[in-house]
């Protein structure tokens, strides 16, 4: 039965007793903030582990770069990614900075190079054209240094070789750089094996410099002894010797190019070095030329003129080149009146080999200095020449003129002075001079005169023959003709006098026969003579 209200009683209300809190005690509402907590906690660490090196690297221009896009790629593989682009203080330049993946570090030496890959055409060949459609991006290659580095500045062009490629890198010193630029191939024999990696004017404008490399195993075939030169389009060259005209490979025609060749007679050497220098020299002709250690001035003083000489014309003697032009130059004798062109000459005693030389003793000086005394006293001289009718190009001759003048060698000059000969043209032309005097000596008006006057002559000789000799000619003429018609009757087949002399022939014939028989019987029976012929009764 239910209580009502009025039943209530709070006395029957039990008292309340008091149960202590239990220590240590967690409640399970913590635990998901708890395991969040360490969640984010072991992210942030992973996150600071994961990181790599972050980077800075100077351009001249953003172009093709934005932050947060552009990757960074070594062989095509994404290492890094760039975080932040912004000028220098001096607004000149963009610094970007950029993340890299975590075990970059090592790789982030002192000769580490970034550059940006964009679509380029440069030195015959067009390089990113996929940044046309993917975006540009900044390029690594990995160096071989140990120190290790942050601050970069990236290279305006990529480089042509990378630092994984095998091979040596040499130095080459030219005059100008022609038409070589950066890519420009190397030959070895026709055959590509390297390019040019950069190149830059010397300090002092003297010269350029070169930067070329070569991949293995090629490179094993450069040595200190190699020639390079110029192997660019067509090499027309006209000289003392005619013209020649040189070309090689399609590509260097058109691009340009380097070759290099070691001399057939040069000592055997190891490889060369990297980064030997060497020299660049325009053309092949003067990359193989034998280097001459020792060099011995002269100075032959011509007075004809020079027109077709040139600085590095051969010296020639006997069809063997001894030397070569160094200068030409015009000097006025007052005392003569007359204009001298000195040619300074450089004569190689190297290719003079004597006895001496061929047996390794190297002459002294003054023993060289009689021998060419001895040689000028023979008729040694020097003499222009021309080298080709062509070109019209002159060259310098030592022969012998045994009729020459007695003259020697002027050794109180600097250098000292050659006597020379006259050139064949330049006697050619005296003598045409000589001539042309003694043909101004010749009274041709008299003569003429006299020609004319004897022409005369001839005329009224002519007229007189015509008039006086002509008609007895004619008469003799007429008579001679009908002397020739009686002879020639005379003279036919069935005229009495060729019967005649037929049967007058036919005796004659037969009394030599007569004679024969009598003179071959006399001969078997010489007392014939004396006894009669045998059978004769008398």
């Known amino acids: 039965m239910a209580n009502t209200p009025e039943d209530f ?13 239990r220590r240590g005690s967690l409640s399970l509402v913590w635990l998901i903030p708890i395991v969040a907590a360490l969640v984010g906690g072991w992210l942030a660490v992973k996150a600071v582990l994961d990181k790599g090196p972050t980077v800075t690297i100077t351009f001249k221009t953003a172009e093709g770069l934005e ?12 290492v890094g990614e760039v975080n932040e682009i912004h000028f220098t203080k001096d607004l000149s330049h963009v610094v970007v900075t950029a ?21 380029r055409v440069a030195g015959g060949q067009v390089t990113g054209l996929g940044t046309l459609f993917s975006g540009s991006y900044i390029g690594l290659d990995v160096g071989k240094s140990t120190k290790r580095r942050k601050e970069f500045e990236g290279l305006e062009v990529a480089p042509i070789i990378t630092g994984d490629v095998p091979g040596h890198q040499f130095v080459l010193r030219g005059q100008d750089l022609g038409s070589h630029d950066v890519g420009t191939p190397v030959f070895f024999r026709r055959v590509q094996v390297g390019r040019v990696v950069a190149h830059e004017l010397n300090r002092d404008g003297s010269g350029v410099t070169l930067k070329i490399f070569v991949e293995a195993p090629h490179d094993r075939y450069v040595n200190p002894n190699t020639r390079f030169w110029d192997q660019s389009g067509i090499d027309i060259t006209a000289d003392a010797t005619g013209v020649k005209i040189n070309t090689a490979s399609l590509v260097s025609i058109m691009l340009g190019g380097i070759a290099f060749e070691t001399p057939a007679n040069s000592p055997v050497a190891l490889q060369a070095d990297e980064d030997t220098i060497f020299t660049l020299y325009p053309d092949r002709a003067q990359a193989m030329k034998r280097p001459d250690t020792e060099v011995v001035p002269f100075t032959a003083n011509f007075t004809g003129s020079l027109r077709g000489l040139s600085v590095g014309a051969p010296l020639d003697f006997s069809g063997v080149p001894v030397g070569e032009v160094r200068s030409i130059g015009v000097e006025l004798d007052d005392a003569a009146k007359l204009i001298h062109f000195p040619v300074e000459i450089a004569l190689y005693p190297e290719r003079l080999r004597s006895r001496s030389q061929l047996s390794g003793t190297k002459p002294a000086p003054g023993e060289r200095r009689a021998r060419m005394d001895a040689l000028i006293e023979a008729g040694l001289r020097a003499q222009l020449r021309t080298g080709s009718l062509l070109t019209g190009q002159l060259y310098v001759a030592f022969d012998f003129f045994p009729n020459a003048p007695k003259a020697k060698i002027d050794w109180t000059k600097t250098p000292p002075e050659l006597p020379t000969e006259p050139s064949g043209l330049q006697e050619l032309q005296i003598m045409l001079a000589g001539l042309s005097k003694k043909l101004e000596k010749v009274p041709f008006d008299k003569i003429g005169a006299d020609l004319q006057q004897m022409l005369q002559s001839a005329s009224s000789l002519v007229k007189r023959l015509d008039t006086e ?8 003429l007429a008579e001679a003709r009908k002397t020739l018609g009686t002879a020639e009757r005379s003279l036919k087949s069935d005229a009495p006098l060729q019967q005649d002399a037929r049967e007058a022939l036919r005796e004659v014939g037969r009394a030599a026969q007569a004679m024969r028989v009598l003179a071959d019987y006399l001969e078997r029976h010489p007392e014939a003579l004396i006894r009669g012929k045998k059978g004769d009764k008398s």
């Open 9 to 21: 009683n709070i006395d029957d209300i039990p008292p309340a007793e008091v149960v202590p809190k």
């Open 67 to 78: 932050a947060g896009k552009t990757k960074i790629k070594y062989k095509n593989v994404d």
């Open 99 to 119: 993340e890299m993946v975590k075990g970059a570090a090592p790789h982030l030496v002192e000769d580490t190079r970034f550059w940006v890959v964009r679509a």
């Open 469 to 476: 000799v002509a008609p007895e000619a004619r008469a003799a």
